[in-house]
Structure formats: C-alpha cells, structure tokens
C-alpha cells in the first residue's frame, strides 16, 4: 500500500501492482469525513484488455494445478487476509463510512472465510457417475471455463469481490476482477496479499476504474466466457444485452425490496434486536437488509412502540468509534438520493414515525460526512412508489395486515424477489408462508443467518442464478458428459 492514511494510491493488479495505461485518477473520499484520502486509477480499455490477455495465458498453468495446489494458495491468503484484519477493516471502514467493528468482526473475516471454504470446497467435491446397465457407464467432467470477469458493487467490498474470485479461482479459473470504483481500497490490498501468497502473475488480475469503461469492456470481451455481476438491476440489464447474444454465462445479483414479515404470534422480544439490524446494519446498504415491515394488525402499535424506541438508540457518528451504530451512507451524491426518496414518501403521504433528516450533533472528526438518521415511514400503503423503489439506504416502512394470505401477497407486490425475513413461533405457518413467498432467500425467526453451501440470490427483478456451495462451483464449470459404452 503506498502512502499514508489519507494519501493512499491504489494500483492495478494485472501481471504485478501497475498503474493505469489512461494515466487518470479518480478521488477517494472518505464518506464520514468528506476528506479526500487518496486516489484510484481510472482504468482504460487497454488495462482490461492487458489483463484479459495475461489471464488467458495463464489459465492453461492454473488450470493445469490440482485442486490441493490452487487450495493451498487461498488458504495463504485467507491467512494473511487474517493476519492483516485490523488494517483491512480500517481501509472498508474509511473507503466505505461502515463500522470499523462491522468490518472487522464480520466482513474482514468472512473474505478469508470465502477463500477457505471454496479451497477446501474444491478438494471435497465428486463428480457424477451414472451406471448404464449392460449398456455401459457415465460420468461427468467439469472442468474450469477460463477467464471469470467479477464485478463488484460497493457496499461490501472485499466481502463480495472474493465472494466471487474464491470459487472462481479454487475451480481452476483465471479471473479479472472490477471492484467498485467507489471504494477501492482493501481490493487494493488484497492484490499485494495475493502476490504475497504466491498466485502466479495473471491468475488474478485486479482493475480499477468506472464501469461505463472498465466493466463494460471486460463484459464485451470476447475472451471472458464468464460473467458474475453483483450490483443494480439496472446494471445487470446492460449487462445481460450485452452477454446473451454473445452467449456468455452470466450470474446477476441484484438489488431487492425485502419485506420483514412480523405475525401476530412472534417473539417480539426476540426479533427487535434481529429487525433493528434487518434494517439498518451498514446503514441499510445491504441488498438483503429489509426495507419494508408488515406487521399483524393485532400487534401493531405494541410492535411499533418496542421498535420505535429500539431505533431511537441506535447511534449514528463515528464509523471508528466502537459505540457507533450507524456510519454515513457511502457519499454525498448517494446520500442525496436517499434524501430525495424520503421527500418523496413524504409528498406521498408517508408519515416520518422517526428520523428523516441528517442528524445533529456529530463528533467535530466527522462534522462534513454524508450522515442520515434511521427513518421510519408509516401510512404508505403497498402502490407508493416508495414500497416499490429500491432505496438502499436506511429507510423503511411499516404497513399493517389482517391476514396471513395479505401478508404474502404484499410481501410478493414488487418487482424484486431477494430476501425476506418471516417472524412466528407456529412452525406450520412457516413452512406454507416460505413456499409462498416470492424470494430467493427466506430467513424464518433471523435475518443473514448464512451458511456458504446454501444458494444465495434471487428471482424475478433481483437477479438470476445462485451463488454459493453447489451452484458456485457449478457456475465456473463446463460439465461433459461421457459415456462409454460396454463391448459385447
Ligand atoms: P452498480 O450497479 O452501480 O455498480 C456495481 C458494479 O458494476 C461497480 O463495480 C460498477 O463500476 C460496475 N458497473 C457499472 N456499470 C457497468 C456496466 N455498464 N458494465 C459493467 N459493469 C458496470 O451498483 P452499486 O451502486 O455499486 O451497488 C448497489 C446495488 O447493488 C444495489 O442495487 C444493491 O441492491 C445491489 N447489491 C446486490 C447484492 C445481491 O447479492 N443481490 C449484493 C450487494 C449489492
């Protein structure tokens, strides 16, 4: 890493640390100083184009490695990703305004997570074998698909970005990865660790830029036959016109408008902890985080008192102080989004049960940051344009219901299917609600609790395929099928 805290410049990772070929930079502003603390390259379509190359060359080497020998390398850096935690969850915590205690304690350790579960993943795996009778016998190879193009959002950084190069590269891939250029900074990093922990040069290649140029570039390649996408919806439609006639494997994971679900008989006690982070964790800049809340009518008001008083204690400051709760949103033009949807609820007819502006007193460190209370909206009914828009911010609604069906029905009004997050203590009701409701992923009494075998992503708006376990190492393989027939 070059330069100090606040002069940090980020590099290239495409062969060895390079700068970009354009010579541009773009600023990196820390979200809960408004301080510039360094500068990313602006990628070219030359850098892409170098990258692509170098990956390519060095897929027949990688691919050619066992899975024990590619496993050992993520395991080195997933060691070093440890032995660097502090200073990684220092570098999100700046770069994306998120509790430096949220990087560390979570985000930080699940990127070496990842690395090691993929690597040991990869050692453990078996192919299908199918027995023909007298006929004869099947079985299948997969094999790696070659150059895995990884793009990034901004909100979890390093989390997702090796969310996808792990599986990518433990199945034998070469990979270009594009993190957001909104919050480079560990990505930075990481491409010096895995120099350290011994990835040949071109096996991950690392670049920085906008995606209008980088990313667009590296999905109208033509040698990156893969394509996994994390971001907005909006995006991943560019994206998919561009790869389907091209007839790129493409795995999309988009944005959400995730509705908790409280039934007249849940542990209230219980839940508001779980709902509180539901909503606001990482200032709602989660893509599974809840955005609307549908509660039993019969349970409102004692729901809405705990929940209001629960929200009231959250405190926003600091990311580096380890009471905070909530950081600043990721920048001020985001911030200036959010801010305009609540208006918007607001003109409406959304009622503010809590929060709605940018909150008061602030330590003097982060008097300029991109802050914003927790709000509460209430008195919108499922139409509004806000329980329709994904806002990505720490902004929700609460809406009651008379009966479990209208929960469903609302829970599935939306053109998104993510995540949704369902509170009862009858287990019956459960299992016929999760089957009913429109999502990729439902957490019955919690909210995040994740294994890595299990798929993640969603249906309809919210993107298409699965990430995770199976369907990851599925994804960045090619099966053959072959069969040999018995003679005689
Ligand atoms: P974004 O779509 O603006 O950007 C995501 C990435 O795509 C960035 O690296 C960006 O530079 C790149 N990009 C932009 N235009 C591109 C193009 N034309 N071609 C290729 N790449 C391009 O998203 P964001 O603002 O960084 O992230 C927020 C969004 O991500 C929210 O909608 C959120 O719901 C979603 N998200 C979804 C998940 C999920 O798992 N479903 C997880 C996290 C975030």
Same mark, same amino acid.
């Given at each position: ?26 600023? @990196?502003?820390?979200?809960? =100083?408004g301080d510039r603390v360094g500068v990313v390259p602006k990628g070219s379509t030359d850098d ?26 993520? %395991?080195?850096?997933?060691? /070093? ?40 993943? @990869? ?16 079985? =299948? ?16 950084? /390093? ?25 480079? /900074? =560990? ?19 690392? @670049? ?5 140029? @980088? ?5 109208? %390649?033509?040698?990156t036959p893969t394509i996994t996408f994390t971001g907005g919806t909006g995006t991943g439609a ?13 795995? /999309? ?58 929200? &009231? ?16 949103? *990721? ?43 927790? =709000? ?26 008379? %009966? ?34 429109? &999502?990729?992923?439902?957490? *019955? ?26 369907? &990851? ?16």
């Amino acid at each position: 890493m070059s330069g100090t805290e606040t002069d940090i410049t980020v590099r290239q990772l495409i062969g060895g640390m390079v700068d970009s070929t354009s010579g541009e930079t773009i600023p @990196v502003v820390d979200p809960a =100083t408004g301080d510039r603390v360094g500068v990313v390259p602006k990628g070219s379509t030359d850098d892409v184009d170098r990258a692509v190359a170098l990956a390519v060359e060095a897929f027949p080497i990688w691919s050619g490695c066992s899975a024990h020998e590619r496993a050992a390398v993520l %395991h080195r850096l997933a060691d /070093l990703i440890d032995s660097h935690g502090d200073e990684l969850a220092r570098l999100e915590s700046i770069d994306q305004g998120k509790p430096f205690s949220l990087a560390r304690d979570l985000e930080i350790p699940r990127a070496a997570a990842n690395l090691r579960f993929f690597a040991d993943a @990869v050692r453990q795996t078996q192919s299908e074998f199918f027995d023909l009778g007298t006929q004869g016998l099947n079985y =299948t190879l997969r094999r790696p698909r070659g150059v895995a193009a990884c793009i990034s959002p901004w909100n979890l950084p /390093l989390y997702l970005m090796t969310w996808k190069f792990a599986p990518a590269l433990a199945t034998g891939n070469t990979v270009v990865a594009k993190p957001s250029e909104v919050t480079p /900074l =560990t990505a930075h990093h990481v491409a010096e660790l895995a120099v350290e922990a011994g990835l040949p040069p071109g096996v991950l290649n690392i @670049v920085h830029g906008v995606g209008d140029i @980088v990313g667009r570039r590296l999905v109208e %390649h033509p040698k990156t036959p893969t394509i996994t996408f994390t971001g907005g919806t909006g995006t991943g439609a560019a994206i998919a016109s561009v790869a389907a006639p091209m007839f790129k494997r493409t795995s /999309l994971e988009l944005g959400g408008k995730n509705a908790i679900v409280v039934c007249e008989d849940a542990d209230l006690e219980a839940a508001m902890p779980v709902i509180v982070r539901a909503c606001f964790q990482n200032s709602g800049q989660i893509c599974t985080c809840g955005s609307r809340i549908l509660v039993h009518r019969e349970r409102l008001k004692g729901f809405m008192s705990r929940f209001l008083e629960s929200v &009231a204690a959250l405190k926003v400051g600091d990311p580096l102080d380890p009471e905070t709760d909530l950081g600043p949103l *990721v920048s001020e033009s985001h911030r200036a989004t959010v801010e305009s949807a609540i208006a918007r609820a607001v003109s409406e007819g959304g009622t503010l049960a809590h929060g709605g502006g940018r909150p008061g007193a602030l330590p003097d460190r982060v008097q300029g940051g991109f802050f914003l209370e927790p =709000t509460v909206l209430m008195g919108l009914d499922q139409g509004s344009d806000t329980n329709q828009h994904e806002i990505f911010g720490p902004v929700v609604t609460v809406q009651g219901f008379d %009966h479990h069906g209208e929960a469903v029905a609302r829970a599935n009004a939306t053109r998104y299917g993510l995540a949704c997050s369902l509170w009862t203590r009858d287990l019956e009701r459960a299992h016929r609600m999760a089957a009913r409701i429109d &999502a990729g992923m439902i957490w *019955v009494n919690s909210w995040m609790l994740r294994d890595l075998r299990t798929p993640f992503g969603g249906m309809k708006d919210s993107g298409v395929g699965r990430e995770g376990g199976e369907d &990851a190492l599925r994804f960045f393989t090619e099966p053959r099928s072959v069969t040999i027939a018995h003679r005689g």
